[in-house]
């Protein structure tokens, strides 16, 4: 059984077309390629960014394939109401989510000791931890009832490997990724595949938005400076890479031994599903000695 439903019988992918995909943060980069590549492979693409002019210049792109076939949800996805008001549109529009990805999100910068602005931190929860698992609280249900579904939330390494002065990113990434560790061992068997995808070394605006990196706090902290400086170039993966890693976890039917799972899109996929297969304790965040 593939994990999406299939309801079309023209061109595109056989598994995605006619279907109804979200992507949030699809104004730029990584969630860009994305919306792009499920459409091209003919989904109906729901594109949720705060910036309207970035998704409606994707919706545009996305039109030029199909018409009809993309729309442009201007949200914070932070919001205690707007991930009910995204799946409430794109039902209206497209009819019921086959396939989430949860791509927004933002950082911060800054050593805790000298952070003067706790709120900032607290929203870096907000957005990157409370946006998805809202969201996927909303899909969840109807994805289960019908049996069939993909969510996908891209993570970081961030989760499996410590990192100074980013403490708030990395701790809602591996809150992230326990959240569908977890919820693999409520639903697991009942069709709906979820993933978190760790993106690798991707150029993006993230760290460029303002107020990311505390300019005061790298004047007097240098190894704050020797870590900004030791990220500049590094970036490596294409976002399109990102997104056609997307669309095997979507199509591949093998995908679903990797459901609940840290999938590394810098590794072999078809690899990590072999490995997993042999080792299911594999690609599980652990605590050990305990």
């Not at 598994?15 to 990584?30: D, E, N």
């Not at 459409?39 to 792109?61: D, K, L």
């Not at 980013?166 to 693999?184: I, N």
């Amino acid at each position: 059984m593939h994990p999406v439903d299939n309801d079309s019988e023209t061109t595109g992918s056989p598994v995605l077309k006619g279907t109804t995909t979200i992507v949030t943060g699809a104004g730029r980069g990584i969630g860009k390629a994305i919306a792009l590549a499920f459409a091209q492979e003919g989904a109906n693409v729901v594109c949720v960014s705060r910036t309207a002019s970035e998704i409606e210049a994707v919706v545009s792109q996305i039109e030029s394939f199909t018409p009809g076939s993309g729309i442009a949800v201007i949200a914070d996805i932070s919001s205690s109401t707007s991930a009910k008001l995204i799946v409430e549109t794109a039902v209206q529009r497209f009819g019921p989510v086959s396939v989430l990805i949860n791509n927004a999100g933002i950082d911060k910068i800054n050593s805790v000791e000298h952070e003067r602005d706790f709120e900032s931190w607290w929203r870096v929860l907000e957005v990157n931890l409370r946006g998805p698992a809202a969201l996927i609280h909303q899909v969840l249900p109807s994805m289960l009832s019908r049996g069939t579904g993909v969510i996908i939330s891209l993570g970081s390494r961030n989760a499996a490997i410590d990192f100074p002065f980013m403490t708030a990113y990395s701790a809602a990434k591996t809150a992230l990724l326990r959240f569908h560790q977890c919820l693999e061992q409520e639903i697991q068997g009942r069709g709906v595949l979820h993933f978190y995808l760790q993106p690798g070394d991707v150029a993006t605006a993230l760290t460029h938005q303002p107020g990311v990196i505390d300019l005061d706090t790298v004047e007097k902290v240098p190894a704050l400076q020797e870590m900004l400086e030791s990220t500049v170039g590094r970036s490596t993966t294409s976002p399109y890479h990102v997104a056609d890693i997307c669309l095997q976890l979507a199509v591949n039917e093998n995908s679903r031994h990797l459901s609940g799972r840290y999938v590394d899109s810098e590794r072999d996929l078809q690899r990590i599903i072999q490995e997993v297969r042999a080792d299911p304790s594999l690609y599980r965040l652990t605590m050990m000695g305990i």
